[in-house]
Every structure is written in C-alpha cells, then in structure tokens.
C-alpha cells in the first residue's frame, strides 16, 4: 500500500511539474518523453529501498532516466517545522534543496520526504507536493505521509 501510494504521489507530482514533452504530436502511447534526467532525493527517514523499488516504473513512464541520490540525501532542516500547525513548512524544505543541492542543469529533482507538510496561510488540509522553477533544476518536494484526518477515517471504518 505504502509503494503504490508513494508511486501514485510521484508521478502525479512530475506531472504536474510540466517537464516538457520532445514529442509534440502526441503518438507517446501513454509515456511522458521527457528531456532531462530525473533526481529522487530521500529528505529524512525515508527508506531508500521504496525509492529504487519505482525507478524502473518512472524511466518507463517518462521515458528518461531516474536516479535515486542517495548520496545527496537530506536532512529536514529544524527550522522548518510549525509547532503551531505541528506540521513541516515545504517551502523552508525546498529552499534548503535550492541552497544545499547540486544538480545537473535542466535536471528535475524530487525530493520525497515522509512528513506531514503544509504552505502557511494556504487553507489547504491535505498537502502532498510543490514545485519550485525558479531555479536552475526544476525542484519539487512531495510527502509520502499519510494526512491525520485520512487515517482516522480509516480507523472508523
């Protein structure tokens, strides 16, 4: 369950970070071309194993390659967590992968982070991914967290 969830996650974040298509003419029969090599950086305790088991799924899905960094992996920075909303701030996350993080150019970076993550003053409940391009890799930051709210609605059932 935790796998098929955390697959789901990343390529829904890659998705929606727009990598840009090299074929425009649509006949990808279902993958993504994708024109740049895609960074899985572990943030935290993320068990590693559960990032190489998807690598053959995504470089078939996005037709490039993936790699899991295991070398660039992270800490969550201490600043970054709200005692008000007893949650991680994402943005913080990301500035550190920005600051901290050295990638190809061009590159798209995900990092995976096992926390329960918000944006302050964004009213969102639930939180799963957010995408910085203003540098010069494409970052990303998704949580592989399970919401408290979806988990004591399965403990009801």
């Known amino acids: ?20 298509s090299k074929d425009k003419s649509g006949n990808h029969e279902g993958n993504i071309d994708v024109d740049s090599d895609i960074y899985i950086v572990p943030i935290g305790d993320v068990d590693v194993k559960y990032l ?10 996005f037709t490039t390659n993936v790699y899991v960094a295991e070398d660039k992996k992270m800490p969550i920075p201490d600043d970054a967590y709200d005692y008000d909303e007893q949650k991680y701030i994402s943005v913080y996350i990301l500035h550190e992968m ?26 969102y409940t639930f939180f ?30």
């Open 1 to 20: 369950m935790y796998r098929l969830a955390l697959i789901s996650l990343i390529i829904f974040s890659l998705i929606l970070t727009s990598c840009g």
């Open 52 to 61: 190489k088991a998807i690598v053959p799924k995504l470089e078939e899905r």
């Open 98 to 123: 920005s600051k901290k993080l050295q990638f190809p150019p061009n590159s798209r970076v995900l990092g995976v982070a096992n926390v329960d993550m918000h944006v302050p003053g964004s009213g």
């Open 128 to 157: 799963f991914g957010q995408s910085n391009k203003k540098n010069e890799y494409g970052s990303n930051i998704l949580s592989s967290h399970e919401p408290k709210l979806i988990r004591s609605r399965k403990a009801k059932r």
